[in-house]
């Protein structure tokens, strides 16, 4: 019974694990437009968004499976547990992404974002603790986890940067109205995303110790 119990808890990993790949390329996917709007691109982070949703269902699925035919205790109740809170989490940041590339696509013809480095960087900020986080989950990394935890201030900080940004563009009539919109708006997903992977980490730590 524990051998097969532990079969069906690699599977479930595995299922993580393809989850997080799809979220990883959502998130690169829709960053990459920053700099180069392509609607077919966009795309595809929207098939992005579409398969991880039914990762979200499959893995949802089989955590309430094991629950009921299992009755798992102590560190498999809360791996099982922590698994479903994750991937909520996860979902979110497959939603955002599809936002993200929804409002990229639609910048005005011939705006640049390379001007304007700050939200570049908080993009990269905002990947990194993502693979982070993910790969804490791959490792059982807890010391890695609670990093995570801690780098969503720097996430922050750059949000209140790119806000800084965008306020001296309007002052020197430098920027289109519509665009400060979007850009506020990819900078909030962005942060929300950090958010997401704060979330999750605290779940990695949880399943972890407790």
């Known amino acids: 019974?524990?051998?097969?119990f532990d079969e069906e808890l690699?599977?479930?990993n595995s299922e993580?694990?393809?989850?997080?790949?799809?979220?990883?390329?959502?998130?690169?996917?829709?960053v990459d437009l920053l700099n180069n709007r392509d609607r077919q691109k966009a795309e595809k982070i929207f098939e992005y968004e579409e398969e991880i949703d039914k990762m979200e269902l499959l893995i949802q699925n089989h955590c309430l499976r094991l629950l009921l035919e299992q009755q798992?205790?102590?560190?498999?109740?809360r791996t099982i547990s922590s698994t479903l809170k994750m991937i909520t989490d996860m979902e979110r940041i497959g939603d955002q992404c599809r936002d993200i590339a929804e409002i990229t696509v639609n910048l005005p013809e011939g705006f640049k974002v390379k001007s304007m480095d700050h939200i570049i960087e908080m993009a990269d900020a905002t990947i990194k603790m993502v693979?982070?986080?993910?790969?804490?989950y791959v490792d059982r990394d807890i010391e890695k986890a609670e990093k995570i935890v801690r780098d969503d201030d720097i996430v922050d900080d750059y949000f209140?940067?790119?806000?800084?940004?965008?306020i001296e563009m309007i002052k020197n009539d430098t920027i289109d109205a519509a665009a400060i919109v979007d850009l506020m708006?990819?900078?909030?997903y962005l942060e929300r995303i950090a958010d997401h992977a704060v979330n999750i980490s605290k779940w990695v730590i949880f399943s972890i110790r407790g």
């Open 131 to 136: 693979n982070d986080t993910l790969q804490s």
């Open 72 to 77: 798992p205790v102590a560190r498999d109740l």
């Open 160 to 166: 209140i940067k790119v806000r800084d940004d965008l």
């Open 10 to 12: 690699n599977l479930l």
């Open 185 to 188: 708006m990819i900078a909030k």
């Open 1 to 4: 019974m524990r051998t097969r």
């Open 16 to 30: 993580m694990l393809e989850m997080g790949v799809l979220i990883e390329s959502a998130i690169k996917g829709a």
